[in-house]
């Protein structure tokens, strides 16, 4: 790493109380360098608590909807199987598995706020 990038890690790492950093309240003088969590996300990730309470909402739907993970992991797999089997021997199937899950544009997700606008 160069001397830019190590500065950098010691700041955000030191924000998180991790290695490199002390647990001590900064100075006066370290507050303009320091990085908390809020300076590592812009304005326009954030989530408000409103937005918070309603994914976990969701979530809580979504984990009712599911019995057991295991089980629906294994329809999941055997369904990829089957698809996959279609495209003939392994060189085949690999070049039709990357070319049907190539993203058509590029995927820049941040947090939940940009995966539902995604979704």
């Known amino acids: 790493m160069s001397s830019a990038d190590t ?3 010691q700041r ?3 924000a998180l109380g991790g290695a490199g950093g002390s647990k001590k309240q900064p100075k006066a003088a370290d507050s303009k360098n320091s990085v908390t969590l809020l300076d590592m ?3 326009e990730h954030r989530l408000n608590s409103s937005e918070v309470i309603e994914h976990f909402k969701k979530l809580l739907i979504v984990e009712n909807r599911i019995d057991t993970p295991t ?3 294994q329809i999941i797999f055997d369904k990829i199987l089957q698809w996959k089997k ?3 021997n392994l060189d085949q199937q690999e ?3 990357s070319k049907k899950l190539k993203p058509n544009e590029a995927l820049k997700i ?3 706020k940009t995966i ?4």
């Open 95 to 97: 070049k039709m598995v």
């Open 7 to 9: 500065s950098q890690f």
């Open 41 to 43: 996300v812009k304005s």
């Open 110 to 112: 941040h947090n939940m």
């Open 71 to 73: 089980d629906e992991i």
């Open 86 to 88: 279609k495209a003939g």
């Open 116 to 119: 539902s606008a995604k979704l």
């Open 12 to 14: 955000i790492s030191g």
